[in-house]
């Protein structure tokens, strides 16, 4: 039973514009949410997080938006540079509890 | 070092014989993590410690996976009489332990093949 899914997992976009990457969650218990980028025989490395108490958390270029309701968060690249491509992924987690499910990863292309 | 260090970097090793990988967290982090990531897939949770509470061990595929961490740092994750489908990344993370949203910081991984 996969509680966190990215549905998608390329995804390619000209350097410049925006790259939007979803993530899905089925757990009403998660409260927070985290995004790590990952390049090839590298460690994941954090990106932007934010708490269910928020719907939006901005850091320069990267901007993670909540819909709790929908159980749906997306993470906004925009401008889209070529050092962005990486495989992203969107990890969860609840309140007391230091176990994070990350999803399946989505593999984005920035084309120069 | 600065940052999480993992060793060996690749590991390759025979259907049938034991593996220990090793994780040396940042100083400091009280938290734990492994991961696996097999080709293809994202990634797996193994197992966490935290402190000196019992670890949570849900994520171990089977009981020939173990985990062991001594005095609060190193951490050694043990996969007996190794099967071809344990050939994975198995990545090591360490944060400060506050819980939820806590950044975890990760290791760059062991590479496991079992021929």
């Known amino acids: 039973d996969q509680q966190v899914k990215q549905n998608s997992p390329s995804l390619s976009v000209q350097e410049g514009r925006i790259s939007i990457l979803n993530c899905d969650y089925t757990?009403?218990?998660?409260?927070?949410f985290l995004w790590y980028k990952k390049y090839p025989a590298e460690g994941p490395t954090f990106l932007i997080s934010i708490s269910s108490i928020k719907d939006k958390n901005e850091d320069g270029r990267f901007t993670v938006f909540l819909n709790k309701s929908a159980k749906h968060l997306s993470l906004h690249i925009v401008p889209s540079q070529p050092g962005d491509s990486a495989v992203y992924f969107c990890?969860?987690?609840?309140?007391?509890?230091?176990?994070?499910?990350f999803g399946t990863g989505t593999r984005l292309k920035v084309l120069a | 070092g600065a940052g999480v260090s993992q060793s060996p970097s690749n590991k390759v090793t025979e259907k049938g014989k034991d593996v220990e990988l090793r994780c040396d967290p940042i100083?400091?982090?009280?938290?734990l993590y492994w991961y696996r990531q097999s080709l293809g897939q994202g990634l797996e949770f193994l197992i966490y410690?935290?402190?000196?509470?019992?670890?949570?061990k849900s994520g171990l595929p089977s009981d020939r996976f173990s985990a062991e961490r001594t005095g609060g740092s190193v951490s050694t994750l043990t996969i007996q009489r190794t099967q071809q489908e344990d050939s994975a990344v198995y990545l090591c993370?360490?944060?400060?332990?506050?819980?939820?949203?806590?950044?975890?910081?990760f290791g760059p991984g062991t590479r496991l093949t079992v021929l």
């Open positions: 100083s400091g982090h009280t938290a």
């Open positions: 757990n009403s218990m998660f409260d927070y």
């Open positions: 993370a360490s944060s400060k332990g506050r819980g939820g949203g806590d950044e975890q910081f």
């Open positions: 410690f935290q402190g000196n509470s019992a670890p949570d």
């Open positions: 990890a969860a987690s609840g309140t007391g509890t230091y176990k994070y499910i």
